[in-house]
């Protein structure tokens, strides 16, 4: 990501209200039955931390990882109001490594960027999670995004066939649509 990318995302989350609301993303809330109560988490591109503080609040040692310094602010805010702790780390995704072998759970929501595909497998624990959730080729219906920013169809299958996947879903609902991925990593 570029500097002008940061200061985007520095200005979207500069204000007291959260931009996607304290609460997780309904696609992980709705699959906390195949979570573990414990481990290691990534939250990646995780903005102001409604999904770090969720995993954090099941027992998760999380990092929520971030851009923006709004963001990550903000996640620690909400942390702590939660009653909770979690790491944020200020980070450009395409500048970053991931370390191998690290976390049980790696969550990504409404952020896409190929490049990391292989630093999340990677990244990934044998038998550990990915919950992915991002936009899906169907939003340009509804939307300005750019078409790089937006998933083909059944891409994230395809993207972890090597993964065993629990549960998937494509939706598109005006005015989103979007694609889901709850799998785990090969032992």
Same mark, same amino acid.
């Given at each position: 990501?570029?500097?002008?990318?940061?200061?985007?995302?520095?200005?979207?989350?500069?204000?007291? =209200?959260?931009?996607? $609301?304290?609460?997780?993303? &309904?696609?992980?809330?709705?699959?906390?039955?195949?979570?573990?109560?414990?481990?290691?988490?990534?939250?990646?591109? &995780?903005?102001?931390?409604?999904?770090?503080?969720?995993?954090? &609040?099941? $027992?998760?040692?999380?990092?929520?990882?971030?851009?923006?310094?709004?963001?990550?602010?903000?996640? =620690?805010?909400?942390?702590? =109001?939660?009653?909770?702790?979690?790491?944020?780390?200020?980070?450009?995704?395409?500048?970053?490594?991931?370390?191998?072998?690290?976390?049980?759970?790696?969550?990504?929501?409404?952020?896409?960027?190929?490049?990391?595909?292989? &630093?999340?497998?990677?990244?990934?624990?044998?038998? $550990?999670?990915?919950?992915? =959730?991002?936009?899906?080729?169907?939003?340009?219906?509804?939307?300005?995004?750019?078409?790089?920013?937006?998933?083909?169809?059944?891409?994230?299958?395809?993207?972890?066939?090597?993964?065993?996947? %629990?549960?998937?879903?494509?939706?598109?609902?005006?005015?989103?649509?979007?694609?889901?991925? %709850?799998?785990?990593?090969?032992?």
């Amino acid at each position: 990501m570029s500097l002008k990318d940061k200061e985007k995302w520095n200005r979207k989350y500069d204000s007291q =209200e959260y931009v996607n $609301g304290k609460g997780p993303s &309904g696609w992980l809330e709705d699959n906390v039955d195949l979570l573990s109560s414990s481990g290691k988490a990534l939250d990646l591109a &995780g903005g102001e931390g409604r999904n770090s503080v969720y995993a954090a &609040g099941r $027992g998760y040692q999380v990092t929520c990882m971030d851009i923006s310094e709004n963001g990550l602010q903000k996640a =620690e805010a909400l942390a702590k =109001e939660k009653n909770t702790t979690i790491t944020t780390l200020l980070a450009d995704l395409n500048k970053n490594s991931l370390p191998e072998n690290e976390y049980d759970l790696v969550m990504c929501f409404n952020f896409l960027d190929r490049n990391l595909f292989s &630093g999340i497998r990677k990244t990934i624990k044998p038998g $550990g999670l990915l919950v992915y =959730e991002t936009f899906t080729m169907d939003y340009l219906k509804y939307s300005t995004f750019k078409k790089e920013w937006v998933l083909e169809v059944n891409e994230l299958l395809r993207t972890f066939s090597d993964f065993r996947v %629990l549960r998937y879903r494509e939706v598109d609902e005006d005015p989103r649509a979007f694609a889901s991925l %709850l799998a785990q990593k090969p032992y």
